[in-house]
T-cell receptor, first 111, second 116 residues
Framework: EDKVVQSPLSLVVHEGDTVTLNCSYE??????LLWYKQEKKAPTFLFML????IEKKSGRLSSILDKKELFSILNITATQTGDSAIYLC???????????FGQGTELSVKP | GAVVSQHPSRVICKSGTSVKIECRSL??????MFWYRQFPKKSLMLMAT?????????EQGVEKDKFLINHASLTLSTLTVTSAHPEDSSFYIC????????????FGPGTRLTVT
């Protein structure tokens, strides 16, 4: 059965800290891995990764994929209180666009 | 980016009644729409995949007679929760993907359903 596992499930840090969120997966037919940020409503798209070793970056956020070891990390540097959210990792297993989501990591950034 | 809307954003209904939730793609044609359910502090659980003009494909364990999905046009899909019970209370989110807007799924803002 295809699955996506995120760790940690929750994390509390202080402003200015750097955090690394982990996502590992087991799928039979990998197409891409996606990261989303969810605050009070629906998830907003952060990154889509398809190739190993190529870092994607957006401001203080960056992400990289390792298709050999079947995991991805999401880094957030110089965290701010506005980064507090649930971060979701999802994998497209090439079945008509279906996404398999991990449990999410709840990040809380304290002032 | 592409915009997906949901209506209503919040609904409270009594046990035994049915509730319809709409999901619309506002600026693109959504060939595929997905319906998810999310419990508090939990991840998104895919309920069904719907392609325009064809029957929805439900995930294992999701009752198709309980959660009726219709995708009659390229911009609208509806989820009807029939004979709702308190255990159906949840956050329901739709997403859409389509031509001309890249590969990603675009998520609606979600609908909070409370069954009393």
């Amino acid at each position: 059965e295809d699955k996506v596992v995120q760790s940690p499930l929750s994390l509390v840090v202080h402003e200015g800290d750097t955090v690394t969120l982990n996502c590992s997966y087991e799928v039979t037919n990998f197409r891409s891995l996606l990261w989303y940020k969810q605050e009070k409503k629906a998830p907003t798209f952060l990154f889509m990764l398809t190739s190993s070793g190529i870092e994607k970056k957006s401001g203080r956020l960056s992400s990289i994929l390792d298709k050999k070891e079947l995991f991805s990390i999401l880094n957030i540097t110089a965290t701010q209180t506005g980064d507090s959210a649930i971060y979701l990792c999802a994998v497209d297993n090439n079945q008509g666009g279906k996404l398999i989501f991990g449990q999410g990591t709840e990040l809380s950034v304290k002032p | 980016g592409a915009v997906v809307s949901q209506h209503p954003s919040r609904v409270i209904c009594k046990s035994g009644t049915s509730v319809k939730i709409e999901c619309r793609s506002l600026d693109f044609q959504a060939t595929t729409m997905f319906w998810y359910r999310q419990f508090p502090k939990k991840s998104l659980m895919l309920m069904a995949t719907s392609n325009e003009g064809s029957k929805a494909t439900y995930e294992q364990g999701v009752e198709k007679d309980k959660f009726l999905i219709n995708h009659a046009s390229l911009t609208l899909s509806t989820l009807t929760v029939t004979s709702a019970h308190p255990e159906d209370s949840s956050f329901y989110i739709c997403s859409a993907r389509g031509e001309g807007v890249g590969y990603e799924q675009y998520f609606g803002p979600g609908t909070r359903l409370t069954v009393t």
